[in-house]
């Protein structure tokens, strides 16, 4: 049983949640979902919170659902496993809470980010990644498909002919490769990536949190909306905002040529 699966620390407005099941290169048991799910839910609520930055303890970000050892799937029982439910109960409500997250989040992306545990940090709104970390749609290896939001980020960031590529090759994509391709943010030099990926987060952390809910909703909804139901959305957003005190900030201190001072109200 994990001790602790998952460690929060929150500083400055930022929560850093770090996966630690190290001796399985993070992998993801039920336990270390459900304390992400609970983790996803304090950051929702509690309005000290305004940035959340995940990694991974140890040489890897995440190996994916762990087949053994605690983990998600009973791979050697005698009948075969629902993994719908399992999706269902834990890994859909993980990624809906991420991208439903009115905040952002920044992946630290540490070591191999494989299967399930490259979709977490593509569901991550700002992925950073150390050089020597790759991300890698394994899961063809075991006859299964990509999960997690998998079928849905690929196309999105990379295309559709790299997004069937990568499914159906399985293939390992490098840190600096991942960046060209523009499957993540950038990828820094492993000793500063957690330097960076901090001084990120705290960048947003003191940004308009009411503009960032607002973006992350728009390009959320974009996927399946016309242009007329685009444009709707972006008015009413807009209107909200307008509306904020936040934005009342930001255009008294670009007058005064000062830092605003952003409060998320």
Known sequence: MDSTPVIAALDSGVLTLTLNRPQRLNAMSNALIEAMNAELARARDDAAIRAVLLTGTGRGFCAGADLAGGGTVDASAAAPPDLGANMDRIFNPLIRAMRALPKPIVGAINGVAAGGGANLALACDIVLAARSARFDQAFVRISLMPDLGGSYFLPRSVGDARARALAMLGTSVAAEEAERMGMIWRAVDDAKLMDEATTLARQLASGPTLSYAAIKQAINAAATNSLDQQLDLERDRQ????????????????????????TGK
């Open 239 to 262: 209107r909200e905002l307008g509306r904020s005190a936040d934005f009342r900030e930001g255009v008294g201190a670009f007058l005064a040529k000062r830092p605003p001072q952003f």
